[in-house]
Nanobody, 121 residues
Framework: QVQLVESGGGLVQAGGSLRLSCAASGRTFSRYSMGWFRQAPGKEREFVARIGWKGVSTYLADSVKGRFTISRDDAKNTVYLQMNNLKPEDTAVYFC??????????????WGQGTQVTVSS
């Protein structure tokens, strides 16, 4: 029902910025809460940010507050993660995910393939 494709990852120096994009298919995109997660080598998947349906609310992990911003453009079926002041510990594969409102709240039903973000020191 929903396909997610991330883009915008790459190599950046510490202190730099990147903007990740997640392009979604589907006719009910605006009703989906959207999230960003990341997974570093040898570590568990980590929550990064969430934005509610129609962008009503946002929530950020403590580790990225003040540095990252999540937003969405429903007209373009796209969710963004603006990452500023990047640190080496931000290095990970970043995944976009969609929470279907017809399913269990808080459980993400669809996932993208991920995009690599590497921050050099």
């Amino acid at each position: 029902q929903v396909q997610l494709v991330e883009s915008g990852g790459g190599l950046v120096q510490a202190g730099g910025s990147l903007r990740l994009s997640c392009a979604a298919s589907g006719r009910t995109f605006s009703r989906y809460s959207m999230g960003w997660f990341r997974q570093a080598p040898g570590k568990e998947r980590e929550f990064v940010a969430r934005i509610g349906w129609k962008g009503v609310s946002t929530y950020l992990a403590d580790s990225v507050k003040g540095r990252f911003t999540i937003s969405r453009d429903d007209a373009k079926n796209t969710v963004y993660l603006q990452m500023n002041n990047l640190k080496p510990e931000d290095t990970a594969v970043y995944f976009c995910a969609a929470d279907d409102p017809t399913g269990v709240a808080g459980i993400y039903d669809y996932w993208g393939q991920g995009t690599q973000v590497t921050v050099s020191s």
